[in-house]
C-alpha cells in the first residue's frame, strides 16, 4: 500500500515504475504519463483510490520540476479523474473511458492514407508508434502543432506521413513505413493453418514492391464510369437503360452471338460491375437517375485509385478474400483450368475453414465460394478465359498488377490477432 504521507517514497516508487532502467522525469513519454495516469494506476498499482490524488500530484510535481508543465497537466486533469471514476464503477467502463481518451489524445498517431495502426503489434509497429507519437509529442511543446487551431488535423497528418516515409536509425536506416509493412508481411506469410502458409509463401517476394497501375485498368469499369457520367435514367425496375446494356453487350462480346439483351440482367458482367460501382460509392442513384459521385470524378483521374479500389472489390473480405488469395496465388503461376484453380483453392478452404453445420467444405461448395470472385473477376477484366467453354482462364495484365495490389494490401493491412 501506498502511504499517503510519505511523497518521496512515492516519487521514488513512481520513478522505479516508469523508468526502471533508469533516466530522469524529463524523458518521459507523454504517452507513457497517460498510460499510468488512465490504466496502470487504476488497474496495476497497488493503492486505494483515495490514494489516487496524492499519486497523480506526486507524479505531476515530478513532470513540472522537469521543466514538462503540459505533460503535468495530464494527470491532473478533469479527463483523468472521469477515467478513474470510470474505473470505480466497472472494468467495462475503465476500459471504454480509457480508450475513449487515448484516442482523442494529441500524441496518440492518427490513422493516415499511408497507414492505419494495428491493435496487435509486432515489434517494429510498436516502435514505430511510440516514436511517431514523441515526435507529435515534440511538435506540440515546440508549438508547430495547436490543438484546435485552424488546419491541426491536417497539419498532423502531413507532418506524420512525412516522417513515416524519412529514413530511421531505429529501423536499421529504412523508413518507418517500410518497416512496418515488412514486419506485417512476414506475419501475413507465416500464418497458420500450413495450407495458407504455403499459398502465402508463393506470393511474399512479389509484394515487397508496389505494382504500378496500368493506364487502363478495370476497363470496363472505367467505360461503365465514363458513360454514366452526369447521370443517366433508370428504367423502372432501377436498371441501366437498354441503350447502354446493348453498348456494354457488343463493346465486350458480353452476350449470345447474333442476339440482343432486353435489361441489364440479360448482361450479369455489366450487373457486377454496376453493382459494384454502387458499392463502392462511385455511383449514386437518386430517384430514377444514376450519376457519378465525386469520389468516382476522382477515381477516373487516378488509375491506381482506381486499380485499388476494384482490386478490393474483386477480392471483397472475410472467407471469400481468403479464397480469393489463394486462387490469385495459383493463377500468379500462369494459366489454369478451373477445375486445377478449385483443387489448389479447396487444399486451403478444406484446412482453414468449416461449414455452418461443422463439416469441412466438399469441393463443390469451394467452387461455389470461387464464383463469387470469378465473376467480378471477368467483369473488371482482371480474368480471361481461353474459350467460351471456359476450359482454362488466367490473369489478364491487368488482373496481374489488381491481384498484386489485393494481395499486398492484405498482407499490409493491420493485425487484429497475432497470426491474421
Known amino acids: 500500500m501506498t502511504r499517503a504521507d510519505d511523497s518521496s517514497e512515492v516519487r521514488d516508487r513512481l520513478l522505479g515504475w516508469l ?74 467502463q475503465g476500459r471504454a473511458a480509457y480508450r475513449r481518451a487515448v484516442d482523442a489524445s494529441p500524441v496518440t498517431p492518427p490513422d493516415t492514407a499511408l497507414l492505419t495502426w494495428g491493435p496487435v503489434m509486432g515489434i517494429d509497429e510498436a516502435v514505430a508508434r511510440s516514436n511517431a507519437s514523441r515526435l507529435l509529442e515534440q511538435a506540440l511543446d ?30 536499421d536506416g529504412r523508413t518507418p513505413l517500410n518497416a512496418v509493412h515488412s514486419e506485417r508481411r512476414r506475419t501475413w506469410a507465416e500464418a497458420p493453418p500450413a495450407a495458407r502458409r504455403r499459398l502465402r509463401g508463393t506470393v511474399t517476394d512479389l509484394l515487397s514492391v508496389a505494382p504500378e497501375a496500368p493506364a487502363d485498368t478495370a476497363e470496363p469499369l472505367r467505360w461503365l464510369l465514363e458513360s454514366v457520367g452526369d447521370g443517366v435514367t433508370l428504367t423502372q425496375a432501377g436498371y441501366l437503360p437498354r441503350a447502354l446494356v446493348i453498348e456494354a453487350a457488343e463493346r465486350y462480346d458480353w452476350y449470345l452471338p447474333g442476339m440482343v439483351p432486353r435489361t441489364e440482367y440479360d448482361v450479369v458482367r455489366l450487373a457486377e460491375l454496376h453493382e459494384l460501382a454502387r458499392a463502392a ?61 478449385t483443387a489448389a483453392v479447396h487444399t486451403l478452404a478444406a484446412e ?69
Do not use: N
Request: glycine share 6%.
Open 142 to 171: 515546440d508549438g508547430a502543432l495547436m490543438p484546435g487551431a485552424r488546419g491541426y488535423a491536417a497539419a498532423r497528418i502531413k507532418r506524420l506521413e512525412r516522417w513515416l516515409t524519412t529514413p530511421h536509425p531505429a529501423h
Open 281 to 341: 460509392r462511385l455511383l449514386a442513384k437518386r430517384h430514377r437517375k444514376l450519376a457519378l459521385t465525386a469520389r468516382g470524378r476522382q477515381h477516373l483521374a487516378d488509375p491506381a485509385l482506381l486499380q485499388a479500389t476494384a482490386a478490393h472489390a474483386w477480392f471483397g473480405d472475410g472467407v471469400r478474400a481468403e479464397l480469393a488469395e489463394a486462387a490469385a496465388a495459383a493463377l500468379l503461376d500462369g494459366e489454369l483450368t478451373l477445375d486445377d484453380v
Open 19 to 92: 523508468l526502471p532502467d533508469g533516466g530522469p522525469a524529463g524523458s518521459l513519454a507523454q504517452e507513457d504519463v497517460e498510460r499510468f495516469c488512465w490504466y496502470e494506476l487504476p488497474v496495476k498499482w497497488m493503492a486505494e483510490p483515495a490514494e489516487y490524488p496524492h499519486i497523480l500530484t506526486a507524479l505531476a510535481e515530478l513532470l513540472q520540476d522537469a521543466d514538462r508543465p503540459r505533460t503535468a497537466a495530464v494527470c491532473t486533469s478533469k479527463v483523468t479523474r472521469e477515467i478513474l471514476d470510470a474505473w470505480q464503477h466497472s472494468p467495462d
Open 352 to 420: 482453414a475453414f468449416t461449414l455452418a453445420d461443422g463439416s469441412a467444405p466438399r469441393p463443390d461448395d469451394t467452387r461455389h465460394f470461387l464464383w463469387q470472385w470469378l465473376r467480378p473477376g471477368e467483369a473488371l477484366g482482371f480474368l480471361a478465359y481461353r474459350d467460351r467453354r471456359r476450359s482454362t482462364l488466367s490473369l489478364t495484365p491487368t488482373g496481374r498488377a489488381a491481384a498484386l495490389t489485393a494481395l499486398r494490401a492484405r498482407a499490409h493491412a493491420p493485425r487484429t490477432a497475432p497470426w491474421a
